[in-house]
C-alpha cells in the first residue's frame, strides 16, 4: 500500500490509529505523546534502549548532558554513515539539526525544511525544538543542567565558532563544556556502527583538472610568502580542500567524491593524512610519495594528525587555517600565539575561483546534464497523463537519464521529486515506501545535479501539465522575475552577495509574498554541490570573476505546491558604458522555463527581452547536441518549448519608480556592506 507524503498523510501506530495532535504554533505534530500508549507515525525509531546506554556512558564520565551534532570531524554537509551519530541516537536522518541529551530530557533542534519529518521519525523520548542556532540549545541546556554541571562534547565534532559560540553562551553559569576525546555514542553503537569506507582513491586525469598539483601547491606557497603574518604552515581539514589541492577523489561521502583526509602543507614539505592502504601504487607515483623533497607527498595516518600537529606547533611556527571546517580537537592544540586565523583557507578560497579551463569544463557538464533534464522532462510528457509515475520513479529516471551521459559519476544529491503539497516542503525526497503519484493537474517540483568528472550540475525547474491556477502562474512568474532580476544584474566587482540577493526576492515581496533558504550557493568542479565560500549568505565572501554560483529564489504554498527555479551561473565582467570593474552572470545551466506558467503581462520589457535571449541560447547550445544524438522528439520538444513569448499590449507597466527605489536601495547597500 502507498504511503501518501504531506501534511495530510495517514499517520499509524505499530498497533492502534491515532490523530495527530495540533501544536501551538499551527502545524501538526505527527506524534502524540500525552496520551497512553503514544500514537506515533509507523516510521518513528524506538531510541529507549539508545539513550539509556548512552545516559550510562555520561554517568562514568560525570556528564550531565552531552551534546550530539549532526555533521563528521571535517564539517562536511553531507556525512557517511559511519558518522552518522545524530541520526542513530535520535531516528532523525536529515542533513540538518543537533542533539542534547540530558539526564531526564533528550530534545532534537532543526530548521523549517525538516520539521515534519523529525516529527515523522523520532518517538516520545525526544523533544522537537523548531529552532537553530547554539543560543536556543545553550538555554535549554542552562534550564536541564544544575549549577556546577558538566557537558559533554566530542572535540572533533565542533567547529571553532560552534565552541567559541557555546563558551560565550554558559560563560559565568557555573556549567562547563568537557571535551570527550572517545565519542559516547559511538561507545554505544558498538559493532552495529558501519565501518570506515575503504574504497580505492584515484588521480583525476589532466583533462579534467584546471592545473596539475604541483601549480596549486606552488600558488598556495606564494600566498603563504606574501602573507603580512608569514605562516609557515597551511593546515586543511575541510574534505573538499585536500581533494581540490591533489586532484584526488573516492567515494567516502554520499553524493560527494570526497575521502577521509587532513593536509598540512609547509613552506618546505607537504604531509597528506589518509589511510595509506586506499593508495595504489599509481597514486603514489603520482604524488611522488616515494622521495622527500619539497614537491613530493609525505603520505601519514590519518589518525595521526592531532599528534603531529602538536608536534609541529612547538617549533617557531605559525599555522594558517580556516575557522569554518578546523574542529575545536585540533584548533585547540595550537597556541593562539601560533595561530594565523581566517574564516576561510587560502585552499578554499583558491578552489572557489575557476580558472578559464575549469569554466570550461563546468561549462561542458552543464550541456551534458541539459540533455539529461530535457530528456525527463519530455518523457515526464509521455507518461504523467498515463498515471504511470510516481515521485519515486521519477527520480530515479532523471538519475538514469543522467547516468547515460559522458563522465557521470552518479547524483550530486538526493533528488528532490515533489509532486502537489509535498513541493511546499523545501527539501523533500521520495522513498520507495513513502511517495505520490505525478498528476497532470498539480505542479511538479525536480530539483536535482549530476556529477560529472568534469564539473557537479544543480537546476530546478518547476512544470505543470494541466491548467494551473491564475495565483499559481503569478507566483511562478514572480519566482522567475527574481531569477531574471538577479542574473542580469550588473554589480560593482567584489561586491558580497548579501548585498544583492534582494533583487531575487523582489517581485514577490512586491506581492507580499517570500522564500524562507538561501538564494543561491557555490558549486564546484567534481566537488560538492553547495561549495562555500560562495554564495549570498553573510558568511559568504565577495563576488570576484570566475566564480560560479546557483540562482534559486521559490515560494512555496503550505499544504498545495512549491515553486523554485534554479539555475548555475558564472560571475563574468559585466561591459558597462563607463565604469570597467563590474561584474554580472552569465547562467549555464541550459533547461527551458515552462511556458504555460509565465504570466507575460507581469514581465518587465527587459525581463522579456532576456527570457527569449536564455531561450535562444538554449537552442544554440542544447539543440546541436539533441540533433547529434538523433534525440528528434527532444528537439521538437525544445525548439517548441523556447519559441520566442511575446507583451500582450493591453499589459500594465510597472511604474518606474519600482526601478528607481531598487537602485537607490543597493547604493545604500553598497555604502554600508563594501
Known amino acids: ?43 518513528a525509531v524506538n531510541t529507549t534502549a539508545r539513550l539509556k546506554n548512552l545516559r550510562q556512558q555520561m554517568a562514568s564520565k560525570l556528564l550531565d548532558a552531552y551534546i550530539v551534532p549532526d555533521t563528521d570531524a571535517h564539517m562536511s554537509e553531507y556525512i557517511a554513515k559511519h ?18 541529551v540530558s539526564k531526564g530530557k533528550a530534545a532534537l533542534w532543526t530548521d523549517s525544511r525538516y520539521w515534519i519529518q523529525a516529527e515523522r521519525q523520532m518517538d516520545c523520548n ?25 557537558i559533554g562534547f566530542d572535540p572533533f565534532l565542533f567547529s571553532i565558532d560552534t565552541w567559541k559560540s557555546f563558551e560565550l553562551h554558559l560563560q559565568g553559569s557555573n556549567r562547563s563544556l568537557v571535551p570527550i576525546t572517545d565519542n559516547l ?15 580505492p582513491i584515484y588521480y583525476l586525469q589532466e583533462n579534467f583538472t584546471g592545473s596539475t598539483w604541483q601549480d596549486k601547491v606552488t600558488g598556495i606557497r606564494n600566498q603563504m610568502q606574501k602573507h603580512a603574518k608569514a605562516p609557515t604552515a597551511v593546515l586543511l581539514s575541510a574534505l573538499d580542500e585536500t581533494a581540490w589541492l591533489f586532484n584526488l577523489r573516492s567515494n567516502d561521502i554520499p553524493y560527494n567524491p570526497f ?13 597528506l593524512f589518509v589511510n595509506a592502504s586506499r593508495l595504489g601504487d599509481d597514486v603514489r607515483r603520482y604524488l611522488s610519495s616515494d622521495c622527500t623533497g619539497p614537491m613530493c607527498v609525505q603520505i601519514e595516518d590519518y589518525n595521526q594528525i592531532q599528534k603531529h600537529v602538536t608536534e609541529y606547533v612547538k617549533g617557531d611556527v605559525r599555522v594558517w587555517l580556516g575557522t569554518e571546517y578546523t574542529t575545536y580537537g585540533l584548533y585547540g592544540v595550537i597556541p593562539k600565539e601560533k595561530l594565523v586565523e581566517d574564516s576561510y583557507s587560502p585552499v578554499m578560497v583558491a578552489k572557489s575561483v575557476k580558472n578559464e579551463k575549469e569554466q570550461e569544463l563546468l561549462k561542458a557538464a552543464h550541456v551534458r546534464d541539459a540533455v539529461a533534464v530535457i530528456r525527463y522532462l519530455v518523457w515526464l510528457e509521455k507518461n504523467v497523463p498515463r498515471g504511470s509515475v510516481n515521485e519515486f520513479s521519477g527520480a530515479e529516471q532523471v538519475d538514469k537519464f543522467r547516468r547515460e551521459e559522458a563522465f557521470s559519476a552518479g547524483p550530486s544529491f538526493e533528488t528532490i521529486s515533489a509532486s502537489g503539497l509535498n513541493a511546499a516542503l523545501a527539501h523533500y525526497s521520495p522513498t520507495k515506501e513513502i511517495h505520490r503519484n505525478l498528476s497532470q493537474n498539480e505542479m511538479y517540483l525536480l530539483d536535482s545535479g549530476g556529477q560529472y568528472w568534469d564539473g557537479t550540475t544543480d537546476i530546478t525547474r518547476t512544470v505543470h501539465w494541466g491548467i494551473p491556477s491564475s495565483f499559481q502562474k503569478e507566483a511562478y512568474t514572480r519566482v522567475l522575475m527574481g531569477n531574471i532580476d538577479l542574473s542580469r544584474l550588473v554589480f560593482p566587482t567584489s561586491t558580497s552577495g548579501r548585498v544583492v540577493e534582494a533583487f531575487a526576492r523582489r517581485a514577490l515581496w512586491k506581492a507580499g509574498l517570500n522564500y524562507g533558504h538561501g ?9 560538492s554541490v553547495h561549495e562555500w565560500p560562495v554564495g549570498f549568505q553573510s558568511n559568504n565572501i565577495a563576488m570576484t570573476k570566475g566564480m560560479f554560483t546557483s540562482i534559486e529564489p521559490g515560494y512555496y504554498q503550505d499544504g498545495a505546491f512549491g515553486i523554485r527555479l ?6 563574468v565582467e559585466a561591459k558597462t558604458k563607463y565604469g570597467t570593474s563590474y561584474l554580472t552572470f552569465e547562467v549555464v545551466s541550459l533547461v527551458p522555463y515552462s511556458r504555460n506558467l509565465i504570466d507575460t503581462h507581469l514581465l518587465l520589457p527587459e525581463q522579456l527581452e532576456y527570457l527569449n535571449q536564455y531561450h535562444k541560447t538554449i537552442q544554440e547550445k542544447i539543440g546541436p547536441e539533441l540533433q547529434k544524438r538523433k534525440l528528434e522528439e527532444e528537439y521538437q520538444w525544445l525548439l517548441k518549448n523556447t519559441e520566442p513569448l511575446g507583451h500582450s499590449s493591453s499589459r500594465a507597466h510597472q511604474p518606474a519608480s519600482l526601478t528607481i527605489l531598487a537602485a537607490a536601495t543597493l547604493v545604500l547597500a553598497l555604502g554600508q556592506n563594501l
Open 1 to 43: 500500500m502507498m504511503v501518501l507524503a504531506g501534511l495530510w498523510a495517514v499517520l499509524l501506530c505499530a498497533c492502534v490509529l491515532g490523530h495527530p495532535k495540533q501544536t501551538t504554533s499551527g502545524g501538526e505534530d505527527m506524534r502524540n505523546c500525552s496520551v497512553t500508549p503514544p500514537y506515533l507515525p509507523v516510521t
Open 83 to 100: 558518522d552518522e551519530r545524530r541520526w542513530w541516537i535520535s531516528g532523525f536522518s536529515g542533513s540538518a539539526g543537533n542533539a542534547v
Open 519 to 527: 538564494t543561491g550557493h557555490g558549486i564546484g568542479n567534481f566537488l
Open 126 to 150: 525526544w523533544e522537537l525544538h523548531k529552532q537553530v542556532g547554539t543560543l536556543p540549545m545553550a538555554t535549554w541546556i542552562l534550564a536541564e543542567v544544575p549549577a556546577g554541571g558538566q
Open 566 to 571: 534554479e539555475d548555475v551561473a558564472l560571475v
Open 185 to 199: 555514542v559511538d561507545q554505544v553503537w558498538g559493532t552495529e556502527r558501519p565501518p570506515l569506507p575503504s574504497q
Open 259 to 271: 575521502f577521509y583526509s587532513y593536509t598540512l602543507l609547509t613552506n618546505s614539505s607537504i604531509r
